[in-house]
């Protein structure tokens, strides 16, 4: 998956946006919170954090070139270091699950206030 597929995917889902952090990370939030960060300058999306449940956190990084998310580990952050290490339909899949678990977490006004739109 390279970055504008990986841009697109992640702007799919409801109420998300996107804008730039720390100078050169593309990040993916809703409601305010991130839920998927990328590099901005490679083509291909080598580089990939999301927030996973802490099961699949433990999972994950016994994987090889996937390791706990610099700064955000304690969170349940992954990075992606490989992009090797997952096919895309599974890469999909865990930001959906990003994306749900960060969704679930916003203040309930916050997700009545979408349900408006």
């Not at 702007?11 to 939030?29: A, I």
């Not at 802490?54 to 992954?78: Q, S």
């Not at 679930?104 to 916050?110: D, H, I, N, R």
Request: net charge negative.
């Amino acid at each position: 998956m390279n970055t504008e597929e990986l841009r697109e995917f992640c702007l799919s889902f409801p109420h998300s946006t996107e804008d730039v952090k720390w100078g050169n990370d593309l990040c993916f939030s809703v409601g305010g919170k991130m839920f998927c960060v990328t590099g901005m300058d490679a083509s291909i999306a080598e580089k990939v954090s999301f927030k996973c449940t802490p099961e699949k956190f433990a999972e994950l990084t016994e994987r090889e070139g996937i390791i706990p998310a610099p700064y955000v580990a304690r969170y349940h952050w992954v990075a992606v270091e490989d992009k090797n290490a997952l096919d895309d339909d599974e890469l999909e899949d865990l930001i959906t699950k990003s994306y749900m678990l960060v969704f679930e977490k916003l203040p309930a006004g916050v997700r009545s206030e979408f349900a408006q739109k």
